[in-house]
Each structure stands twice: as structure tokens, then as C-alpha cells.
């Protein structure tokens, strides 16, 4: 079992940036791909960013690109996602999760492990 633990968030104005971080408890989660997912009140959870811990490619969804980068320490076994320009629209419970290689890294079903989740709030 991989346990992850999501930390970073918070309450910011629009503009304002952030770093949230995913530490992992083993590091067997670096045969695995991770992503970020967020999650608001009433919707889905959705796709945010994904890295492949062998390789570094990375995968982002249309709504944070240029704003958001994903990024792994393989000495930390921590995954981390720079957030930037964020936007009232980015408020959610920001979720990291883990994926055994394989599956479409786009579909929260297709993850394996799920840290608890860490609000970020953005106000106007």
C-alpha cells in the first residue's frame, strides 16, 4: 500500500500563487505514474496534471496550461504542482493520487491510491 499526503493548500486572492506537494510513504511510487485531480462542490473530480516518475513526461489538462507545472524529486519521493495566476475557477480540494503504468493517466477511476486532499480556496 502507498499512502500519500497532500499539503500546501490554502487561501489566496486571484493572481496569488501556490505550491502544493505530494510525499509518498514508499518508494515503489516511483515505478508508477502520478497525477493531480481537483475536486469543487457539486462537480466531478477532475484531471489537473500527471508525470510519469521514469522519464519525467508530463500531461496537463487545457484549463492550466502555461499556469500549472508538475514536477517530481525522486530523493524526496514527493510530487509537487506550481500553481501560478490562479483563478477563482481553481478553487477545490486539490487531490494527488498513483497509477500503476498502463492506464489513460486522464480518468481519476484508472488511480490506485489517493492522498486525503488539500483545499485551495481563491477569492476575487
Known amino acids: 500500500q502507498v499512502q500519500l499526503v497532500e499539503s500546501g493548500g490554502g487561501l489566496v486572492q486571484a493572481g496569488d500563487s501556490l505550491r502544493l506537494s505530494c510525499a509518498a510513504s514508499?518508494?515503489?511510487?516511483?515505478?508508477?505514474?502520478m497525477g493531480w485531480f481537483r475536486q469543487a462542490p457539486g462537480k466531478e473530480r477532475e484531471f489537473v496534471a500527471a508525470i510519469r516518475w521514469s522519464g519525467g513526461s508530463t500531461y496537463y489538462a487545457d484549463s492550466v496550461k502555461g499556469r500549472f507545472t508538475i514536477s517530481r524529486d525522486n530523493a524526496k519521493i514527493t510530487v509537487y504542482l506550481q500553481m501560478n495566476d490562479l483563478k477563482p475557477e481553481d478553487t477545490a480540494v486539490y487531490y494527488c493520487g498513483a497509477q500503476f503504468p498502463g492506464r489513460n493517466y486522464y480518468y481519476p477511476d484508472n488511480y490506485n491510491y489517493w492522498g486525503q486532499g488539500t483545499q485551495v480556496t481563491v477569492s476575487s
Open positions: 514508499r518508494r515503489t511510487v516511483t515505478s508508477h505514474v
